[in-house]
């Protein structure tokens, strides 16, 4: 048996931090844990995967995975469990993590546990907790089958410091351009300069209370003195006052950052599903029955118009 994969996240060489918080993790489980990076160029990464717990870093190149694509992708890594049958495939809670586990999960006839905030594995049983009734509970989910397949959602695991022995591994490329059914034709980056959303540490997120871009502006220079991401309620994203990427909840994206604020936001249970694990929550709503306030640690029964104003003064001095 070949320990604990983790999936590398990573982008033209970026990688995303849920990968050192998910190696490191991992090193817990006192298997081997290795990392399994597909891309072009990418082995000069491995040092990086070795720093935060990799014992191996399975590195696989070639043009057909120069971009995450779901087709060659799979094909890649059903060779390679049926080669080297790892006890565990990992993977983040992110849109590329949920759609490669749940293909894989499918060709290989696997259960899935999916956006775990924790997880055990051992000796090829995985038990992961997940929230359930947008946070009001916990399930404990076993994964019967090996390997076990689960993604974990960002930011619920610390990254450690264990180091591991980085053994570079480079198995057969077993994908082919046939593999291949979804092309990405070009790459246009969000320019922002504020933190990625998933990774922030801190999250100001607009709701249909903010009433228009008006009120974005207001949630923006907010989040911009506190170094934090800006997110939105699928409604202040379906009138178009946010970009699609910012969309936080159930068809969005999972945070889980020390502080997000909810300013207009009702705290439907589809948004509560993308942030009720936050560590802190602080909303601002003027309605006392909004169920935002069911899940917040701080709340203000107010208008924002008048309190995010007055907040952004303060934070001025
Ligand atoms: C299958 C499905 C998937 C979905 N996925 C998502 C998802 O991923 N993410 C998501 O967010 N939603 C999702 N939704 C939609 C969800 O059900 C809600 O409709 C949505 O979250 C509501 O957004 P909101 O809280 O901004 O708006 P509303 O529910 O309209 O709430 C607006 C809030 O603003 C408050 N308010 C108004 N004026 C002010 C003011 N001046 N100052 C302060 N507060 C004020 C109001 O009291 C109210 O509580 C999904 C729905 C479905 C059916």
């Not at 946070?135 to 410091?161: M, S």
């Amino acid at each position: 048996m070949a320990g604990t994969w983790i999936f590398v996240e990573q982008r033209d060489g970026n990688i995303r931090k849920v990968t050192f918080e998910m190696l490191s993790e991992a090193k817990k489980f006192g298997d081997e844990v290795a990392a399994v990076v597909f891309g072009k160029g990418v082995e000069a990464l491995a040092p990086e995967f070795a720093k935060y717990g990799a014992d191996k870093v399975y590195v696989v190149e070639d043009d057909v995975f120069a971009n995450y694509n779901t087709g060659a992708y799979v094909a890649q890594m059903v060779a390679m469990i049926n080669e080297f049958k790892p006890n565990a495939v990992l993977f983040a809670h992110t849109f590329n993590g949920r759609d490669f586990a749940s293909r894989l999960a499918q060709k290989l006839q696997l259960g899935l546990a999916t956006d775990a905030i924790k997880v055990e594995v051992s000796a090829g049983k995985g038990v992961f907790t997940r929230a359930i009734y947008a946070g009001k509970a916990l399930a404990k989910v076993e994964v019967a089958g090996e390997p076990v397949l689960g993604t974990i959602r960002p930011g619920v695991c610390e990254v450690g410091n264990t180091a591991g022995a980085g053994a570079v591994v480079k198995p057969a490329v077993a994908a082919t351009a046939a593999d291949v059914y979804q092309t990405v034709k070009s790459f246009v980056p969000t320019v922002s300069a504020r933190p990625e959303l998933t990774e922030a540490d801190v999250v100001v997120s607009g709701g249909r209370g903010c009433k228009g871009p008006d009120g974005i502006k207001l949630v923006e220079q907010l989040a911009d003195l506190l170094g934090a991401a800006v997110g939105g309620s699928r409604a202040s994203i379906d009138s178009g006052w946010l970009g699609h990427e910012l969309q936080v909840g159930q068809t969005g994206k999972v945070v889980n950052p020390n502080l997000y604020v909810a300013a207009g936001i009702s705290g439907a249970i589809q948004h509560l599903a993308g942030m009720s694990s936050s560590k802190f929550i602080a909303a601002i709503n003027t309605d006392t029955e909004a169920p935002i306030f069911n899940v917040s640690d701080f709340g203000v029964v107010a208008d924002l118009f008048k309190v995010i104003p007055t907040l952004v003064s303060e934070l001025k001095k």
